[in-house]
């Protein structure tokens, strides 16, 4: 699989991304949407990712919480800093779908080479990073093999039930400089 988009795709999801904040969805009433992959982000990188997850079958459903869908740049890249040239790699993926393991680390190891692509490559981006809980062992064997790194741990930072637990951060530097 190549998760690569050229130009031409990149500019028809752009286009489609353009229409589509023209016209603005309002919610009448609660409804369930079933879809294999959640990107949380309606910018440009998160329409790749979500255009990469299509091309191998899955069922893609894009959220942006703001009203500005087509964002400002890359996308399940958040928090970008320009100065510092650095972003945070956000992740959803549908609970279902996350219980087949092998599956999972394809599908996660595909969106990390395009965030990166559009990172390093594109953006010019110095250095990505991720914050994950560090019960989600599964996730992080993926960000191992992929080559994060494990850079800090940030004890017991978040509370999920009645349970503390620990923050991993884990980044990448660009090969490119």
């Not at 990188?45 to 869908?69: K, M, Q």
């Not at 972003?87 to 549908?94: G, H, N, P, V, Y």
């Not at 064997?141 to 978040?158: A, I, K, N, P, T």
Request: proline residues 2%.
């Amino acid at each position: 699989m190549n998760p690569n988009l050229n130009r031409r795709d990149f500019i028809r999801a752009g286009t489609l991304v353009s229409l589509g904040a023209l016209l603005p969805l309002r919610a009448t009433e609660p409804r369930t949407l079933t879809a294999d992959v959640c990107v949380y982000a309606g910018n440009a990188a998160g329409l790749a990712a979500a255009v990469a997850a299509a091309r191998e079958g899955c069922r893609v459903l894009v959220i942006e919480p703001s009203r500005w869908l087509g964002g400002m740049t890359g996308g399940g890249l958040v928090h970008i800093d320009w100065e510092h040239r650095r972003a945070e790699i956000s992740f959803l993926l549908d609970d279902a779908r996350a219980g087949d393991d092998a599956r999972y680390a394809k599908e996660f190891l595909a969106f990390l080479q395009l965030v990166r692509q559009l990172g390093f490559d594109d953006l010019k981006l110095h250095r990505l990073f991720t914050e994950t809980y560090a019960m989600r062992t599964h996730h992080i064997s993926v960000y191992d093999s992929f080559g994060l790194q494990l850079e800090g741990v940030l004890r017991d930072h978040v509370r999920i039930g009645d349970k503390y637990v620990h923050s991993l951060i884990h980044g990448i530097i660009a090969s490119h400089e």
